[in-house]
């Protein structure tokens, strides 16, 4: 999808444009601190754990700045048609990557409870799941960037495997809860860490329809399989 | 292109078909066709010089009034061709009034401003009749509370906005099915704007109302229906909450977002 043409008051392509370097940078630093988090986890490392924490605080700033530059878009510049809808998914997927950033919080809150305690085999797939999770936040924003609406269905089609992950991790959990009771802390904070990412994984695809509907407006639920997504329907 | 923006549950009260207009040789509406609702509001929008005013002005014959002025196709109201020779012109402005976008009030009283048309095509029978139209035209315009004491001072001493007003009371005074508004909030101020809207709010249903209007947000605001024009044709007509938030033309979008030229 190519950019759209420039508008007549520069100042309106100005605008569009700083909305979208916040919001650029939130992603960034919401898909940094979720790729931390599990670094942090993996190595038990309670300081980078800590960073996470902090850096979050950076990710809340951004949003109400997102909010002001929406707010102020929509008073000076009355926007319509594709303009509007970028405006009001930009201001919902400042919420939603708000949200991100403290699942990754979230995840990185429970390092230091996992420090003691030896290996457990879940301990192994997190990493797997959280790249793929981190990957459609990835790409997501990049979807956002070009208003590609192609890549924001690939995004969505990904969440099946965060999902996957989720319950085959959900079930290991189980099984060593009820084979080693004394696991039963430790694993209890693993599937957590797991519930969050498959969160990150469900929010990604929020974006990606929000995404989608501001690229196209349609919504992804109702796109055409095939056939002429042009015409009008009437 | 459609040319219906309706469901099916509304009817029709225009029809227009290859609709063309010119000025001696220019061509100014080119082959338009497009169903007016008869319970919707329509806007018409457009860059300045598309047509919006000449094709408005083709549902009343006003264009006869305008020398080397032609219309090609057909125009029906209730199903008959305005156009047709045994088609009362007078009686047609009456059943389809007009208000311009500057107010036009005659220099005279508020009274007869209102009293006028209703007094040459016999709508009122004596003097207590008369009086009682026009207060019901006031009343329906909105301007009743504040002329009803001084009914007799000139119409031109009236604020901008109570001047349109006053010209929407004219328009309606005659009773018609439908009223054509050209920007007729174009050189209001905001709240004198917003009691127009309101007006063509709650005078919807009543009659037919087409209105253009260079303010987006306003064609937004007032009307169930929206045709974009460009270069005197009829680019995209449909439901307006679709048009401003998801037009299906190119042009229609640069348009209304502000991206034209
Ligand atoms: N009386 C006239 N004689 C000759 N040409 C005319 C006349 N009125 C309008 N035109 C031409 O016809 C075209 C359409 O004019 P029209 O007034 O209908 O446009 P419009 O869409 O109403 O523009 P605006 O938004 O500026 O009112 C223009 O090119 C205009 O110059
Ligand atoms: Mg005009």
Redesign the pocket.
């Known amino acids: 999808m190519p950019a759209p043409a420039a508008h007549t008051v520069k100042a309106f392509d100005e605008d569009v444009r700083q909305l979208r370097a916040i919001i650029a940078e939130m992603g960034g630093l919401a898909e940094q601190g979720l790729a931390e988090a599990l670094r942090a986890l993996r190595h038990r490392d309670a300081e980078a754990a800590m960073r996470v924490v902090e850096n979050d605080n950076r990710i809340d700033l951004l949003e109400l700045e997102v909010e002001n530059a929406v707010v102020q878009l929509i008073a000076l510049r009355a926007p319509l048609a594709d303009d509007l809808r970028e405006a009001v998914a930009a201001l919902k997927i400042a919420s939603v990557v708000e949200r991100i950033g403290d699942y990754a919080k979230n995840i990185a809150k429970r390092v230091p409870a996992l420090e003691r305690g030896g290996d457990i085999e879940p301990l192994s797939l997190l990493p797997e799941m959280g790249r793929i999770a981190g990957e459609m936040v990835h790409l997501v924003l990049d979807a956002f960037a070009a208003r590609d609406p192609d890549k924001a269905v690939e995004v969505c089609q990904r969440d099946k495997a965060v999902d996957d992950f989720y319950n085959s991790i959900f079930r290991t959990l189980l099984t060593h809860m009820m084979e080693n009771p004394h696991t039963i802390t430790q694993a209890a904070h693993l599937l957590f860490v797991a519930k969050n990412i498959e969160r990150i994984g469900d929010h990604a695809t929020n974006v990606a329809e929000m995404v989608y509907y501001a690229a196209t407006g349609e919504r992804m639920s109702e796109r055409p399989r095939g056939g002429d997504a042009g015409s009008p329907p009437r | 292109m459609t040319t219906q923006a309706a469901d099916a549950a509304s009817s029709t009260k225009i029809v227009a078909r290859d609709v063309s207009v010119f000025?001696?040789a220019?061509k100014?509406?080119d082959a338009v066709s497009i169903d007016i609702d008869q319970d919707h509001v329509t806007a018409f929008i457009?860059?300045?010089?598309?047509?919006?005013?000449?094709?408005?002005?083709s549902f009343n014959r006003m264009n006869d009034t305008?020398p080397?002025?032609r219309v090609e196709g057909s125009i029906t109201l209730d199903g008959k061709d305005i156009y047709s020779s045994d088609m009362d012109v007078v009686q047609l402005r009456a059943r389809v009034g007009m208000v311009f976008?500057k107010p036009n009030p005659f220099p005279k009283s508020i009274f007869e401003n209102v009293a006028y048309g209703p007094r040459i095509h016999g709508l009122a029978s004596g003097r207590a009749e008369l009086e009682e139209v026009v207060e019901k035209s006031l009343r329906r315009a909105g301007l009743w509370e504040e002329v009803k004491d001084r009914l007799n001072e000139s119409g031109t001493a009236l604020s901008g906005g109570q001047q349109q007003r006053l010209c929407i009371a004219r328009a309606i005074a005659v009773d018609p099915e439908v009223i054509l508004m050209?920007?007729p909030a174009s050189a209001l101020d905001p709240i004198a704007t917003a009691r127009i809207e309101e007006l063509i709010h709650e005078l919807r249903g009543r009659y037919a109302i087409v209105i253009?209007t260079?303010n987006m947000q306003q064609a937004a605001r007032v009307s169930q229906r929206t045709a974009f024009?460009h270069l005197?044709h009829l680019v995209e007509y449909g439901d307006t909450r679709a048009i401003f938030t998801n037009p299906k033309q190119e042009r229609t979008k640069d348009y209304i977002t502000g991206r034209y030229g």
Do not use: M, W
């Open positions: 000025y001696g220019k100014a509406i457009g860059p300045s010089g598309c047509g919006k005013s000449t094709f408005l002005r305008i080397n002025a976008q050209d920007e253009v260079h024009f005197g």
